[in-house]
């Protein structure tokens, strides 16, 4: 009864100061508020909107379930949880934040997951995609493509590492015992597609329908966290408790000889991604290795606008919010290792004059490539995208609202 006391009062007393704030700084909050607008109308919004729409749509049809029943064999033995998980985990990594959450509680909620399993898939199928690392982070704040590489291989392994750790969480149900010995049989995965679909009997309208308006309430409400905690991280500056919680953080860093410029990055890192790893790329004293593993940190632990995402959408179903969280300090310290382990076999490998025959070609994601030219045009047509888009989606409610009243 205490600890609900403290924190009611807790929380009444950081909404009040978040208010005294807002009004004490309403021009910073302003350029806040802007800043994470045009991050969501520009980038994020029309990345995630066909990922959202098309996935949707590959649950209703049934073909992520004959996708989780090949799937099976490979990752029920090295994760413990359905071949689903697959699907989840590659929709995840192309699309980045919070897909992964997206995905696992709508297969939740049709019945693929249980609680456990869905608990231990959303821990390691949340990351950044590609494009974000390579694009954003490597080139635009870095300008160094080839620190991309690093970065991509040692986020992706963190993912795998504590997908290996998860599976040791939560006790084995009767379903998971049941399923070890199934093989690979396409007859069984065809035949699943098919009665899935069957009995979903949602007419293809209907399908496509629910899919838009799922997917827009779901970035509706990814907006409004991007915006909100890109005012918060500012407030927090203004009123010098970034630097205060930096004090902490430079103890850390200076344990292992980290300079102490890079603790109100970390801190900043901590809320958002993108600030973070822009403030990181900015410090002068430290070098590249020490700030590829303050951002290889920061891009795991995915800040806490990131998760607060997260949190909002599993409470729609029954997964449990900790386990997420536990798995994202852990994938931030794996991260950070594999950045320090991989710096001479990888980075300095591909920042060599003469790269070997079988190296990945970096120049694809340098200034004038197709991918970069692609990242910049996507800036370009991304509010049109979202503008368009919101329409439909007025479109649709306003129709079913005629239908209801009709």
């Known amino acids: 009864m205490f600890r609900s006391k403290l924190k009611t009062i807790f929380l009444s007393v950081s909404v009040t100061i978040l208010a005294a704030s807002l009004i004490s700084f309403p021009q910073e909050s302003l350029d806040a508020s802007i800043r994470g607008l045009n991050m969501w109308w520009e980038i994020v919004f029309p990345s995630l909107l066909p990922f959202f729409i098309v996935s949707e ?139 899935t679909r069957l009995k979903d009997n949602r007419p293809i309208g209907k399908l496509l329908g629910d899919a838009v308006n799922s997917s827009i309430q779901t970035l509706l409400m990814v907006g409004g966290f991007i915006i909100l905690f890109s005012v918060i991280n500012k407030l927090l500056y203004q009123l010098h408790i970034t630097a205060a919680l930096a004090k902490a953080v430079e103890i850390l860093l200076s344990s292992m000889s980290f300079p102490d410029m890079l603790s109100i990055p970390f801190i900043s890192g901590l809320f958002e991604i993108t600030l973070g790893s822009k403030l990181t790329s900015l410090v002068q004293d430290a070098t590249l290795v020490q700030k590829a593993m303050i951002t290889s940190f920061i891009l795991a632990f995915s800040g806490f606008s990131v998760q607060a995402q997260v949190a909002s ?33 990888v980075y300095l490998r591909f920042s060599r004059q003469e790269q070997p025959s079988n190296a990945l070609p970096v120049g694809f994601f340098e200034e004038g490539s197709w991918s970069n030219h692609f990242y910049h045009k996507m800036i370009e047509v991304g509010p049109l995208v979202t503008i368009f888009s919101l329409l439909v989606y007025v479109l649709i409610l306003f129709s079913r609202l005629n239908k209801k009243r009709a």
Not at 117 to 140: D, H, K, Q, Y
Not at 145 to 154: E, K, S, T
Not at 327 to 343: C, P, V
């Open 57 to 195: 749509m590959l649950i209703g049809f049934g073909v992520v379930k004959f996708i989780g029943v090949l799937l099976e064999p490979l990752m029920r033995p090295l994760f413990k949880v359905p071949g689903v998980g697959g699907f989840v985990w590659a929709m995840g990594m192309a699309s980045g934040f919070p897909a992964g959450a997206k995905f696992t509680a709508r297969l939740r909620q049709e019945g693929h997951l249980t609680q456990i399993e869905a608990e231990r898939l959303v821990s390691f199928t949340n990351s950044s995609n590609p494009l974000f690392i390579f694009g954003a982070v490597s080139v635009g704040f870095f300008y160094n493509p080839q620190l991309g590489v690093l970065l991509a291989i040692a986020h992706y392994l963190g993912n795998i590492c504590v997908g290996l750790i998860m599976r040791f969480y939560g006790n084995e149900s009767p379903d998971e015992t049941s399923t070890k010995k199934k093989k690979f049989k396409i007859r069984s995965a065809l035949s699943a597609l098919h009665q």
């Open 313 to 345: 959408i599993l409470a729609q179903t029954d997964i449990r919010f900790k386990p997420f969280f536990i798995a994202r300090i852990l994938q931030g310290i794996f991260a950070s290792l594999f950045a320090l382990i991989l710096w001479k076999p």
